[in-house]
């Protein structure tokens, strides 16, 4: 029996956690805020973004498995932890990393800042000057907002909202008698505050410096407790910060109407368990106590931490005049055959498709012509319907105002499908659907128990006698905002085969279809787990008949166990597989017998990584299929999501030699991963590579003709 036969691929001892390998990925993005080669302001930025991250992680992971704790649910995940003991784990994790990022931003960020001009500031630090300043803000700004909340018989413990950074302030009145309150710190202002700048004088070098001063909001809050409680003697105030379970369970199957439904569930989702409090370490017991006994807690969910409670806010350093300490802006480019002139008829954009299917690298490539091809649709006579899926456009959605024109001032008929249930965006998509309900949009809210993440938009045009469809798929968001920092792959054609499949697919997010297959493209949970697994097994027959054998993956998650294994046996049969896998992943590369034919690479950088790319060398016949998806089961069993193929023999050569390729030899912001689920940074090798660099001279060179 052969070394690969005696392997049992069900064993445990192959994957890795889902949920420690998220926790390891933002140690990856936390090493981006320590690493000095980024500009200091990103370095903060990257610090806001790992506390972000992190807030995401306990609401929506750590909230579900302590539902199933609770539940007393006992089912192993596939390394064979039980909900329980993944929990453990995750505290001894996260307490590590949360306290590793107050330390780095205590001994190395501040101090930096401070070097540079820009001082984060205790209340105690503060000079008379700069106390004035922020004791009027206080009274003329903060106080007005402050609602101090009295705990005693009379008065119950008040909810504590999820995401709050409050005070719990414990006071004495004249009569001697200790009494506790809760302050809440109101997160409609900015948390850092802004103290006046101030000129240094002339520098040696000729130049004026202009410093930046800020002071924690909650500790000129603390400062001013006097004028809240008045007649009391203030004997202590500590903050704590509150995260809630947010991974809410939505009874779709039994909902009459699915809006209302979700918007339900966001009242509800304010009210969920407590899964994280945050403390400083000099809080006295007495004051935890109460918080505990409260917020029903137990203390393996509090994280005592020395330093600031809430990063989050360091981004708000971002919008500060130091462009010197930022990365240097760009102009993405536009496509030669896309710079349409003003002037130009409504058509010229669809002239442009029609002559040659178009592919656009974000954010490299400028997003703005995909917002160009819907306004030209909403404009010209001869379209006759936009149909579109919207995930997450964000609150300034410049495609959504197009859509709402098109409907109210161009008469076309406009189709879409609002995703409600995209996670913490639910809020601004059901504001949209409402919108374009009012415009006379026809507007569907996707599948009871499926989202909708598929990004994809149909415009439907007469030319002639003949009608032509034209189509707009992708890899990211329709939205505007975050395709200026996530880098994404978007396509336009109209291709006549993936013109069926997209009014096919339509049909099928807003009628009643039973639709089994499609022509090109790949649709989740229709045909594409199905197809993806007999590609990857014909990889495999590729390579047993001596036609050498290559899979290259992009993708920002990989935790389906089935493709794991598919992969496994590939690299088994000689298979060289490269993935290219941002966040999760839970297969293990490297292991003697399983997968030494297994590469693994993490990039990180200025921008978010987030294009899913699928490469099969096929014998040669090479195939490369972009989309929506990820290998994780929730994409492909319980979304719908879009893979397509891209045939151009051009287009196949820049994202296999170019893109793909550029990440496979970047050796300076990539990491690889061990077989023990641990990264190692590439080692910087001749010549230097840094891909994302390399994709912005790319643009500049495009830029510059």
Not at 207 to 233: C, S
Not at 242 to 253: C, G, K, P, Y
Not at 479 to 491: K, R, S
Request: charged share 25%; proline share 5%.
């Amino acid at each position: 029996m052969s070394e690969a036969e005696k392997i049992d691929l069900n064993s445990p001892e192959y994957y890795l956690n889902r949920e420690l390998s998220l926790l390891s990925f933002q140690w990856r993005v936390l090493e981006e805020a320590q690493d000095e080669r980024n500009p200091l302001l990103e370095r903060a930025k990257f610090l806001a973004i790992v506390e972000s991250n992190l807030s995401e992680f306990f609401m929506v992971r750590v909230g579900g498995l302590s539902m199933q704790r609770d539940a007393g649910v006992v089912d192993l995940s596939p390394d064979g932890r039980t909900p329980a003991e993944q929990l453990v784990e995750i505290r001894k994790e996260a307490q590590r990393l949360l306290q590793e990022m107050r330390n780095y931003w205590k001994s190395v960020l501040l101090p930096e800042l401070s070097k540079a001009g820009i001082y984060i500031l205790d209340y105690n630090e503060l000079n008379a000057r700069q106390k004035e300043i922020a004791d009027e803000y206080f009274h003329e700004v903060i106080f007005p907002v402050l609602t101090p909340l009295a705990v005693d018989p009379g008065h119950p413990f008040p909810h504590i909202s999820n995401l709050s950074l409050n005070l719990a302030v414990s006071i004495r009145d004249p009569q001697g008698h200790t009494h506790f309150a809760r302050l809440k710190v109101p997160p409609a202002l900015q948390q850092l505050l802004p103290l006046k700048r101030s000129s240094g004088g002339v520098r040696k070098d000729g130049t004026v410096p202009h410093d930046h001063y800020f002071v924690w909001i909650e500790q000129v809050i603390t400062a001013n407790l006097k004028w809240l409680f008045p007649g009391m003697e203030i004997l202590e105030a500590h903050p704590f910060h509150v995260t809630r379970n947010a991974d809410m369970a939505i009874q779709e199957l039994e909902a009459l109407d699915l809006l209302e439904t979700i918007e339900q569930g966001l009242r509800r989702r304010r009210f969920g368990d407590v899964v994280r409090v945050m403390v400083n370490e000099d809080m006295p017991a007495s004051i935890k106590n109460v918080l505990l006994e409260n917020l029903k807690v137990d203390r393996n969910e509090v994280y005592s931490l020395r330093g600031p409670l809430d990063l989050t806010c360091l981004m708000q350093l971002t919008k500060i005049d130091r462009y010197d300490l930022r990365d240097h802006p760009f102009t993405p480019a536009i496509p030669s055959c896309l710079k349409i002139h003003p002037d130009s008829e409504d058509g010229a954009i669809f002239s442009a498709i029609s002559q040659e299917n178009i592919l656009l690298h974000h954010p490299y490539d400028s997003f703005t012509p995909v917002v160009e091809f819907l306004k030209s649709a909403a404009r010209d006579p001869d379209v006759l319907a936009i149909k579109q899926t919207l995930y997450r456009v964000g609150t300034n959605a410049p495609v959504v105002e197009t859509l709402l024109q098109a409907s109210r001032d161009y008469g076309k008929q406009v189709a879409v499908l609002v995703e409600l249930k995209a996670r913490f965006d639910e809020e601004s998509n059901i504001g949209w659907a409402r919108r374009l309900e009012q415009e006379g949009a026809h507007v569907t809210y996707g599948f009871p128990g499926l989202k909708t993440h598929a990004k994809i938009a149909l415009v439907v045009r007469r030319e002639g006698e003949r009608i032509r469809r034209y189509i707009h798929l992708a890899t990211g968001n329709y939205n505007y905002a975050t395709a200026q920092v996530y880098e994404d792959l978007g396509w336009f054609t109209c291709d006549e085969e993936i013109g069926a499949d997209a009014t096919d697919l339509f049909n099928y997010l807003t009628g009643y279809s039973a639709i089994q297959d499609f022509r090109k493209l790949l649709v989740a949970p229709i045909n594409l787990r199905q197809r993806f697994e007999e590609m990857i097994r014909r990889e495999i027959r590729h390579q047993q008949e001596g036609r050498q054998g290559h899979l290259i993956f992009k993708m920002n998650s990989l935790a389906d166990i089935s493709i794991i294994q598919l992969l496994y046996q590939a690299s088994q049969a000689g298979v060289k597989v490269d993935l290219i896998v941002r966040g999760v992943c839970m297969l293990r590369p490297g292991v003697k017998g399983l997968s030494e034919n297994i590469r693994v690479i993490s990039v990180l950088g200025r921008f978010l990584e987030h294009s899913r790319v699928y490469y099969f060398h096929n014998g040669g016949q090479e195939q490369v299929f972009l989309g929506s998806a990820d290998l994780m089961p929730r994409n492909i069993n319980q979304r719908v999501e879009v893979l397509f193929s891209i045939e151009d023999q051009r287009m196949i050569r820049q994202l296999r030699d170019d893109i793909l390729e550029a990440y496979l030899r970047d050796n300076t912001r990539a990491r690889c991963m061990k077989s023990d689920g641990s990264y190692e940074r590439m080692q910087p090798g001749e010549p230097l590579l840094n891909a994302q660099e390399w994709f912005l001279a790319q643009a500049r060179r495009s830029m510059e003709g």
